[in-house]
């Protein structure tokens, strides 16, 4: 086998190579139970309607506003729901007092384009440039906001910024 025979070779093993990892990639994107190769998920949009919230979580009290999304979990099935709720003194003190605490506080970390995109813009000089930001508040168990008759959004967490009036709420399916 002289060297134009080896460069054959080294060709077709480069081929069967790319066309294995084409094929596992076109497997990979299809839905389970079809054929069909499943579409790309829409980049979840940011609402301000307080009605289809509620379809998901319960409030504490009426805010003076809200901004939230629910986006799919990579891999299927699963979604997180993540709000921005503006509320008055007396109703962050009612999130304060009624929610559970945690045993240890965690840091509370989002990435800057989502904070950005809820958060109020006044928020938006103290969030810094990283990629992610660590936001000061309180972060509590969200029991007062989970509905388990109603939703599956069950398991998460919400942060109160006491001073902003403002909880951000991260809630998960499972």
């Not at 999130?95 to 800057?112: C, H, M, N």
């Amino acid at each position: 086998m002289g060297p134009p025979a080896a460069k054959s070779a080294v060709m077709r093993l480069a081929t069967v190579t790319v066309l294995l990892g084409a094929i596992t990639a076109a497997a990979a994107c299809k839905s389970p139970d079809t054929n069909e190769v499943a579409a790309p998920q829409p980049k979840a949009s940011i609402s301000e309607d307080v009605k289809r919230l509620e379809r998901f979580i319960k409030l504490p009290a009426p805010p003076d506003g809200v901004r939230w999304l629910k986006e799919p979990q990579p891999g299927g099935g699963d979604f997180t729901l993540t709000a921005a709720l503006r509320f008055g003194p007396e109703a962050i003190a009612k999130v304060l007092e009624g929610s559970l605490p945690f045993d240890v506080q965690p840091t509370a970390r989002i990435s800057r384009e989502l904070a950005v995109a809820l958060l109020p813009e006044p928020m938006h000089k103290a969030l810094g440039n990283g990629a992610t930001v660590a936001l000061r508040g309180t972060a509590v168990q969200p029991n007062l906001f989970i509905s388990p008759e109603t939703s599956s959004f069950i398991h998460g967490r919400a942060v109160v910024m006491k001073n902003e009036g403002v909880v951000l709420l991260t809630l998960f399916t499972m």
